[in-house]
């Protein structure tokens, strides 16, 4: 039977990293694939940073074509479906390590704070990082950029990998802490008002 941390090692910091990387790379290369499986913990991360690839690319094309107002409203729309599916990925990733966690029996009691950030959207945050420089550094491959363009966006690059390592840092923190009871887990649940039709009567602008 796997150890906990051995079940947690999908959500390790370089991992995700690593794995993102290579998906923004190929995906670039190929098209964004959805996972087979989004009930694993590699096939959430994929359904995550699916969800981000093409929401990014969407809010891209919006911005720099001559897009009609009715694209640019359809746009949205499928944005805000993406956006909805990427958030239940992330309540997904917390239910999955809470089921974890009640399996080995790790439920501190007492005064033990929840982190004010949970894994599920630190797996998020990473995901975003990993397009944003990936990104810029397609901007730097242009060699008609001036000397003073380029210099300052090898420091936003500079700057970006080091949230994303700080970040990544935190997240083995957290499960470290969350593995030895010093931090409690608890799952925050994704409620959108905007968009749950039962809301929508008319007279209601949520």
Do not use: C
């Amino acid at each position: 039977m796997a150890s906990l941390s051995e079940l947690l090692i999908p959500f390790n910091g370089a991992r995700l990293i690593e794995w993102f990387d290579d998906l923004t790379e190929l995906w670039h290369e190929t098209a964004p694939l959805k996972p087979n499986d989004i009930s694993s913990p590699k096939g959430l991360t994929q359904w995550i940073h699916y969800k981000n690839f093409v929401v990014w690319h969407l809010e891209e094309h919006v911005r720099h074509e001559k897009s009609s107002n009715q694209e640019i409203v359809d746009a949205e729309k499928t944005i805000d479906l993406h956006n909805m599916k990427r958030l239940a990925a992330i309540e997904q990733i917390d239910i999955w390590i809470d089921n974890v966690l009640q399996a080995a029996d790790i439920s501190p009691q007492g005064e033990i704070l929840a982190n004010s950030e949970t894994p599920g959207s630190i797996v998020d945050r990473l995901s975003i990082l990993v397009l944003k420089i990936y990104h810029m550094r397609q901007y730097l491959a242009d060699k008609s950029l001036d000397k003073d363009l380029r210099k300052t966006l090898n420091l936003k690059i500079h700057i970006l990998q080091e949230q994303r390592d700080d970040l990544a840092r935190a997240m083995d923190r957290l499960l470290l802490d969350i593995r030895q009871g010093k931090k409690r887990h608890k799952v925050y649940r994704q409620f959108k008002i905007y968009n749950d039709p039962s809301f929508h009567h008319g007279d209601y602008e949520g």
